[in-house]
Nanobody, 121 residues
Framework: QVQVVESGGGLVQAGGSLRLSCAAS????????MGWYRQAPGKQRELVAA???????NYVDSVKGRFTISRDNAKNTVYLQMNSLKPEDTAVYYC???????????????WGQGTQVAVSS
């Protein structure tokens, strides 16, 4: 059994900062990429940022220079530091992790339940 749990969302004024955390736990052999997606009301879910097990990162253009993704492999945790927040960053943020539960098992993507981020103008 694998669980992926996010925390750190909330309400913040424009220009403020939030830090999201996401921890994977349970029967985990290894974790490849981890990432953050978001979904605003009436819009499709979009990739915000992702990070490989080796630390390579990529970001959607709209957050470059403002958001930073990082991970602690020892804790199976990924973070998203969000600075200079804008009202258009308002969304439910979802964490995902590509996890292998055994040496001969395939890689599966697990999702968290989502955490709300609201940015007021």
């Amino acid at each position: 059994q694998v669980q992926v749990v996010e925390s750190g969302g909330g309400l913040v004024q424009a220009g403020g900062s939030l830090r999201l955390s996401c921890a994977a736990s349970g029967s985990i052999f290894s974790i490849n990429a981890m990432g953050w997606y978001r979904q605003a009301p009436g819009k499709q879910r979009e990739l915000v940022a992702a990070i490989t097990s080796g630390g390579s990162t990529n970001y959607v253009d709209s957050v470059k220079g403002r958001f930073t993704i990082s991970r602690d492999n020892a804790k199976n945790t990924v973070y998203l530091q969000m600075n200079s927040l804008k009202p258009e960053d308002t969304a439910v943020y979802y964490c995902n992790a590509d996890i292998r539960v055994g040496v001969r098992e395939g890689l599966y993507r697990y999702w968290g339940q989502g955490t709300q981020v609201a940015v007021s103008s």
